[in-house]
């Protein structure tokens, strides 16, 4: 038995990711939303609706599910069958007033350690936990670190031994995770500015704003990597990185800018889907920034995040192609300037995802150089 659930997630005022979770109607336990598919809608869309229906949740899906897990389904005649349920992101933008499952559940947002903890499902509770970077105990890192230290002292060179002992200097990381919290808010706004709706010139202030403060960080760190004696990475390193982030936000702010200048205010369903992957790389963009700061200890992870990355970039490559052949299809016919314009949009939204596929890059250069 095939299910589709949502995976409602927003970011507080300190950046900490909550996840909301609602209780079953029988047993009264914590678990997402989820239901089986729906006729006439794709999989994330109908992760969605369970969302609305049963929370009252409106948000950005995201086309691509981040994994799945089994749990016995109880029918009504007492039997139980075995269900794989396909868990979709949701950004969260908004929870409606009312909704058809209101006086039925409850509703709440959890961390994502309590999440993790309410729920029973063993592979839910490792989705949920790792939906973020986890949290290291303290003492581990420090552990952690001096074994992999003394294990790279013994088969580095003398002069990555040398530079390992001085002093690093800078500010860095914390451009890094600023100019990635940007994008973040950025990529929100580009979501929901494709969802349409009377708050579009609201959305694109948005994009363009956070763009202009991502220009004045590379700035800052480009002058930092002249000024500064000894950097973390190569001086190549560094620059790529932050100019391939910056790269991205600065997509997003062409398509905000074509978007305006057309007087667009619908748009096709792919562009939504395009929207959402990019929330997601996004996030995994941000929660991929801190790890930065221990490479030795964070390559696994690293590597898991920057996979995901380039593989959504490919799930966007295939939207992309057939979103505009729909629109070729309906439109280049009677409609040419629409198709025309359609197809700038598009690009743009492509470029966003190549650019996030040129972040994973380098930090997977990264995490070879130096793990």
């Given at each position: 038995?095939?299910q ?16 909301m ?79 058809p ?15 993790a ?11 949920i ?76 202030k ?92 964070n ?43 359609g ?29």
């Amino acid at each position: 038995m095939k299910q589709v659930a949502a995976l409602p997630y927003r970011t507080d005022g300190n950046g900490v990711i909550e996840v909301m979770l609602i209780t079953s109607r029988e047993r009264r336990r914590w678990v997402i939303p989820k239901g089986n598919r729906i006729k006439g809608l794709r999989s994330h869309e109908a992760a969605a609706h369970e969302a609305f229906e049963e929370a009252g949740l409106v948000g950005i899906p995201c086309p691509i599910s981040i994994g799945n897990y089994n749990y016995n389904k109880l029918r009504r005649s007492g039997d139980a069958r075995l269900a794989t349920v396909d868990v979709f992101p949701l950004s969260v933008t908004g929870q409606l007033p009312e909704w058809p499952e209101q006086h039925e559940r409850e509703v709440r947002w959890f961390s994502l350690a309590q999440a993790a903890a309410a729920v029973e499902e063993p592979d839910l509770k490792i989705l949920i936990a790792r939906f973020q970077p986890p949290v290291w105990k303290p003492g581990f890192i420090e552990h952690c670190l001096s074994a992999v230290r003394r294990h790279s002292a013994e088969r580095s060179t003398i002069v990555r031994w040398f530079q390992a002992l001085m002093p690093k200097q800078g500010r860095f990381f914390e451009q890094f995770e600023a100019h990635a919290a940007l994008i973040v808010v950025a990529a929100d706004a580009l979501g929901k500015l494709l969802q349409g709706g009377p708050d579009l010139p609201i959305h694109c202030k948005v994009i363009v704003d956070r763009e202009q403060d991502a220009d004045d960080i590379i700035r800052e760190v480009l002058m930092d990597v002249r000024r500064t004696l000894i950097t973390p990475f190569d001086r190549t390193a560094i620059t790529g990185l932050i100019g391939a982030m910056d790269d991205a936000i600065d997509q997003m702010n062409q398509t905000a800018k074509t978007i305006m200048l057309y007087e667009l205010d619908t748009f096709e369903p792919q562009m939504r889907d395009m929207a959402g992957l990019i929330v997601e790389c996004a996030r995994i963009t941000a929660d991929a920034m801190p790890l930065l700061r221990s490479l030795d200890r964070n390559s696994a992870r690293l590597h898991e995040l920057t996979e995901r990355i380039v593989k959504l970039e490919g799930h966007a490559d295939d939207i992309h192609d057939a979103g505009l052949k729909a629109l070729f299809k309906a439109q280049a016919g009677q409609n040419p300037m629409t198709f025309i314009i359609g197809r700038e949009v598009y690009g743009h939204l492509e470029k966003v995802t190549d650019r996030f596929e040129d972040v994973a890059n380098e930090i997977q250069g990264l995490v070879l150089d130096h793990a």
